[in-house]
């Protein structure tokens, strides 16, 4: 499986980002995309994820300014990133868990501890 997430950069404090991971390589009828970002030193963060029937996960530190999408002809997951701060200033990676169990209590930390493959992250900088 590959996964290549791309669209970081550098962005100014209220400004709007989106950032794209197009994945490949496999054949699952049921999957999950996601986004997670990790400092150095520090713990993955599961931000989104959205299976490939649109059931869709936010963590609660960014409902509301994070939308996660896809297009499942293209097998790209976008996640678009509005009023951006200093503090969401991170390396953003895509993952996929090609295994997940569809249950009612499925969510980030699930799709956290199911990854299967991940790509090289992209960095967003939010400063002035």
């Known amino acids: 499986v590959q996964l290549q997430a791309c669209g970081g950069g550098l962005v100014q404090p209220g400004e709007s980002l989106t950032l794209s991971c197009a994945a490949s390589?496999?054949?699952?009828?049921?999957?999950?995309i996601g986004w997670f970002r990790q400092a150095l030193g520090k713990e993955r963060e599961g931000i989104s994820a959205?299976?490939?029937?649109?059931?869709?996960y936010y963590s609660d530190s960014v409902k509301g300014r994070f939308t996660i999408s896809r297009d499942n002809a293209k097998n790209i997951v976008y996640l678009h990133i509005n009023s951006l701060n200093p503090g969401d200033t991170d390396v953003y990676y895509c993952?996929?868990?090609?295994?997940?169990?569809?249950?009612?209590?499925?969510?980030?930390?699930?799709?956290?501890?199911?990854?299967?493959?991940w790509g090289r992250g992209t960095l967003v900088t939010v400063s002035s």
């Open positions: 993952g996929i868990d090609l295994n997940p169990d569809g249950s009612r209590t499925y969510g980030l930390g699930e799709f956290l501890n199911g990854l299967d493959g």
């Open positions: 390589g496999f054949t699952r009828s049921y999957y999950v």
């Open positions: 959205i299976s490939n029937s649109n059931t869709k």
